[in-house]
């Protein structure tokens, strides 16, 4: 396996691993045959693993169709690209596009990951954000100069999916967790069960990650342990959480959170990693 130093993260996405990447890696098991990763988000960890066999799951469409056109068409995606401009009329005009289903499911695959592309570097605190509808409800964040081309980090990121087994799914986790086989490692980055009422955040699909998910989620995991495949799972220190892994090895790290569009009340929060090995 081959990394190239030009492969990160394309999109900023709700709870995203990169500050923590330094706490992951340490942990990751030395030897697996597939990677998996069922709540695939931004990538952090998968972009900076860059395994050469891996599973790659997100239930957001959107997301997911993103991937693929960057797979399969990045040329012609950054020619769409290059035709976005920075100022809120435009971001506005296109950020409704999705208010109209039969309209938005006209776009080519195409267009719509440039839409998903564009609107993420250019809305406010860069983040994802859909309301009970699905409809991206993210505001303009009146940025200089965002960088939503991005062409070489593109590029490299094309090349990684087209010159490995990478296969993209867009489906519930545990349909996920059941194509993988024994010697296969999973990195889990789940919703985060909320510390607190105001801090429940699941925006990024209209249908949100409750208690019952977090139970099913476990469920999955305890049969992971009983056909000897490894994980790794992170998430919120809550007493739910801790309560419902411990019986599994668990890990503090601290995290900023950044969710919060004031930047000093983005404060740091304990988080964990569970693992079974």
């Known amino acids: 396996m081959t990394s190239s130093n ?5 999109l900023k996405w709700a709870g995203g691993k990169r ?11 030395e030897h697996f045959t597939t990677y998996c990763e069922p709540f695939l988000g931004g990538g952090a960890v998968l972009f900076s693993l860059q395994p050469s066999t891996a599973i ?33 009329e435009y971001f ?42 699905g409809e991206f409800n993210s505001p303009y964040g009146y940025y200089r100069n965002p960088n939503f081309i991005n062409e070489p980090t593109l590029r ?10 990478i296969e993209f799914y867009c489906e519930d986790f545990s349909e996920t967790l059941l194509r993988v086989k024994k010697g296969g490692f999973v990195y889990l980055d789940p919703p985060y069960d909320p510390v607190s009422v105001t801090a429940d955040f699941t925006g990024y699909n209209k249908g949100g990650f409750n208690k019952n998910d977090q139970n099913r989620l476990k469920q999955c995991c305890d049969k992971l342990s009983q056909h000897n495949i490894k994980f790794l799972l992170s998430n919120s220190a809550t007493e739910f959480i801790m309560d419902l892994y411990q019986e599994y ?13 004031t930047a ?14």
């Open 156 to 165: 490299a990121v094309s090349n990684y999916f087209n010159t490995n087994n």
């Open 56 to 88: 790659v799951n997100d239930i957001n469409t959107d997301l997911i169709t993103a991937y693929k056109v960057i797979r399969d068409n990045v040329d012609l995606l950054v020619e769409s690209l290059k035709m976005h401009v920075n100022t809120p």
């Open 6 to 10: 030009f492969i990160s993260p394309i």
């Open 19 to 29: 500050q923590l990447l330094s706490e992951i890696f340490p942990l990751l098991p």
């Open 249 to 261: 090895d668990i890990s503090f790290v601290k995290a900023k959170r950044i969710i919060n569009a």
């Open 92 to 133: 506005y005009s296109v950020r409704s596009l999705d208010r109209n289903k039969t309209e938005y499911q006209a776009l080519s695959k195409i267009e719509q990951a440039s839409r998903l592309l564009f609107l993420n570097k250019t809305c406010f605190n860069g983040l994802f954000r859909v309301n009970s509808s």
């Open 264 to 277: 000093q009340k983005r404060n740091i929060a304990m988080e964990v990693l569970i693992k079974n090995y």
